[in-house]
Structure formats: structure tokens, C-alpha cells
């Protein structure tokens, strides 16, 4: 009978542990404790020539990438954490160097892919030691194949988009991003840009819905602009022509 009791002590001891912190296997041998509750991500996806209207980019409007590309993973973690003590190795990322050029280009300043991503993996990657380096850029060219088909109905259909209809598309795996934008002048007008999407994941790194924030400064107001076919801007004509259509935001 004291055998039974201790057991069931030690089993209600072990649930209780699962259920406040998770063991997270970064790949390189060690596991971080933390609690999911305090997990969160963001995953960021910019257009190029909505981005480059709002920022300052050393390519040309008509050598911009033809699709929505990848900006950020972004962990945050509401409480402490060790970040990963591994040291950026560029050849750790020759296996997939091809789709990172593709999809998570460097397209605001001339700066080499190497040491852009080393960048990314220094600001981020690091967090709370949950990836290794490949890890990383691994999960975040994942995150990207999840809402890859939505961002291909964007840029392909001669839709009238508003921030509800981006918001409302199932092909996001059927939860809705923040839609970024930011007003920009063009000549006598003050003009609000789309800018990028923003996807927001929880400690398990499952797509939720994007929580409304209290400050709009830098996501869409009234009306934003966002080009017809996209197939213009595409081949950076919309920078000079302005082929654009509204949006409303409802």
C-alpha cells in the first residue's frame, strides 16, 4: 500500500512538472527547460516593393524578389532564459543556402547574405537556446512552406484587397496575421503602403490568431494600397506608375 502511495505521489509530482515546463531539444545535444505559457513567436513575411516604398533599399524596384519574403523568426520569452552559446558557422548552411537566397533575402542594404543571416541568428536565433543554427533557418523556411500558398494567392490573383480579405484567408492555415503598413508621401498625397504580414505562433509553434494591438501606428489605417495583379510591380512598374488599388479596411 506505501509502495502504491509513493507512486502516484510521484506520478501527480511528474504531471504537474509536465505541465508547467517543457524539455526543448535544440538538436545539439542539451535540453532547455522552459514554460510554454511564457513561449511565444512571430513570423514575419515582407513585400519587397511595398517595403521598399516604406524603407530605403539598395536594389532597384525592377531587381526586387516576385514573392513575399521572409524578415524575421522572432521568439520572445516572458520570463529568464540561457540563450545558445553556438558560434555562426556560414557552412552550416550550405544545405540549404539555395532557398534561403530565394526566400529570406537581404533586400534593404548590400550587406552579404553570410553575414545578414549571422545577423539574424545573433538578434534571434539565440533566444532561450531553442535552435541551433541550421535549426533556425530550418524552422523559419518551415514557417514559410505553412503560409506559402496563401502568400501565392496574393501575389497572383487581380484581387481588391482589403485587410480583412488578407486576414480572412484559409490558406494561412486559418489564422489571421497582423497586416502592416505605413504611410508614405508620393508627391502632394500621403499614401498607406502594405508593408508585410506578420504571423504569430504559440510556445509550440502552431500558427494563433494575432491578438489586436492598442497602438495602429504602424499597421493599416483607413485605407491602404496595394497593387491590382501585383504583376506590374512585379516588374517594377508600380514604382513610377502607380497602378494600385484600394483597400478599405472594414
Request: net charge positive.
Amino acid at each position: 500500500m506505501r509502495v502504491t502511495l509513493i507512486l502516484l505521489l510521484i506520478s501527480f509530482l511528474s504531471t504537474i512538472s509536465d505541465a508547467t515546463t517543457i524539455a526543448v531539444n535544440n538538436n545539439n545535444g542539451s535540453l532547455t527547460n522552459i514554460d510554454p505559457s511564457k513561449l511565444s513567436f512571430k513570423f514575419a513575411v515582407s513585400w519587397p516593393l511595398g517595403f521598399c516604398k516604406i524603407n530605403t533599399c539598395s536594389q532597384k524596384p525592377a531587381d526586387l524578389p516576385k514573392i513575399f519574403t521572409i524578415h524575421g523568426l522572432w521568439p520572445n520569452y516572458n520570463g529568464q532564459c540561457t540563450d545558445s552559446a553556438e558560434q555562426y558557422d556560414f557552412t552550416k548552411l550550405s544545405s540549404i543556402y539555395a532557398n534561403l537566397k530565394k526566400y529570406w533575402p537581404n533586400i534593404k542594404s548590400s550587406m552579404r547574405p553570410e553575414q545578414f543571416w549571422g545577423n539574424e541568428w545573433t538578434k534571434h536565433g539565440v533566444k532561450c537556446n531553442l535552435f541551433t543554427v541550421k535549426g533556425y533557418f530550418d524552422e523559419a523556411l518551415r514557417l514559410y512552406g505553412q503560409v506559402q500558398s496563401g502568400l501565392n494567392l496574393l501575389t497572383q490573383e487581380p484581387l481588391k484587397t482589403t485587410v480583412d480579405s488578407i486576414r480572412g484567408l484559409r490558406a494561412f492555415q486559418g489564422k489571421k496575421p497582423f497586416v502592416l503598413c505605413k504611410e508614405v508621401s508620393v508627391g502632394k498625397q500621403r499614401i498607406n503602403y502594405l508593408e508585410e504580414l506578420r504571423f504569430c505562433l504559440n510556445g509550440n509553434r502552431e500558427f494563433i490568431d494575432c491578438e489586436p494591438q492598442a497602438s495602429q501606428d504602424r499597421f493599416c489605417s483607413k485605407q491602404f494600397k496595394y497593387s491590382a495583379t501585383l504583376r506590374e510591380s512585379l516588374l517594377g512598374m508600380v514604382a513610377d506608375q502607380e497602378e494600385f488599388i484600394e483597400g478599405v479596411v472594414a
